[in-house]
């Protein structure tokens, strides 16, 4: 059976799974993870990991979710479910995983393809596909590049978009950081991400340690200044320049010019 021909049957199945009410569909498809992925070595109840990774509260898109479930990840313990699961099955499971972190009314149509207003995922291999894992590897747990950087819907996007790419991992490590400042709160002081400043809140991240912490401060109460101690290279030492290497051919083969 062609890729083709399942995507096909996808677009069928999501069409008929839309005509369902959502909590009917999101009650499914956590029956079926219940049976399918929080036993064993697997998931976990709710994605709250077992012997296999957390799924909750990880910042996954819809999309990614569609893919690895349908398709399963090459190389690891994670099976493809689009031929072993009816689609109806497969659609409410991504549902449900979705609202594990935070997407409160995912798409019940989508399964297979890219989410609208997104880049189609690239086919990786080789040292590509070595630092797609390196990238989010939670061995690392925090030291990954995943805490901070968002990528094709996997990690966190405290970090403004990644737009070029360093030309190797001593440029990587000594990556400028203009928008790192000093903040200054209750007589502490800490590197800072500003996320908003308005007449009613002020919003940043406190970079001090991983994962950065998200804070909110009355107007006034916070001063940022430009500059600090921070740097790149104290957030990746979990990596050495081999796999920072590795790291930097997925993001040439991922992320726009």
Request: with cysteine; proline share 7%.
């Amino acid at each position: 059976m062609t890729r083709r021909l399942l995507l096909g049957m996808a677009v069928f199945a999501s069409g008929v799974v839309s005509a369902q009410s959502l909590p009917d569909v999101l009650k499914n498809g956590e029956e079926v993870f219940a049976k399918t992925c929080a036993t064993g070595y697997c998931h976990g109840a709710r994605g709250s990991a077992a012997g296999a990774p957390r799924l909750a509260a990880r910042g996954f898109d819809q999309g990614y979710l569609a893919e690895t479930v349908f398709g399963g990840i090459p190389g690891t313990a994670m099976p493809s479910f689009g031929t072993s699961l009816p689609l109806s099955d497969v659609v409410a499971v991504v549902a449900y995983v979705a609202t594990l972190n935070g997407i409160a009314n995912p798409d019940i149509s989508v399964l297979g393809g890219p989410v609208p207003g997104q880049r189609a995922r690239a086919v990786l291999t080789g040292e590509a596909l070595r630092g797609a894992q390196l990238f989010s590897d939670a061995v690392r747990s925090f030291g990954r590049c995943s805490t901070c950087h968002e990528i094709s819907g996997l990690g966190t996007p405290v970090a403004s978009p990644i737009a070029k790419i360093p030309a190797n991992a001593a440029a990587l490590k000594t990556l400028p950081t203009p928008n790192v400042k000093t903040a200054t709160l209750d007589r502490e002081s800490m590197p800072a991400l500003v996320l908003s400043e308005s007449k009613q809140k002020t919003i940043f991240y406190d970079l001090t340690g991983a994962p950065p912490v998200q804070r909110t401060a009355e107007p006034g109460t916070v001063r940022f200044t430009n500059g600090g101690r921070w740097n790149h290279a104290s957030f990746i030492k979990a990596y050495d320049d081999p796999e920072l290497t590795a790291i930097l051919v997925y993001l040439r083969a991922v992320v726009a010019p």
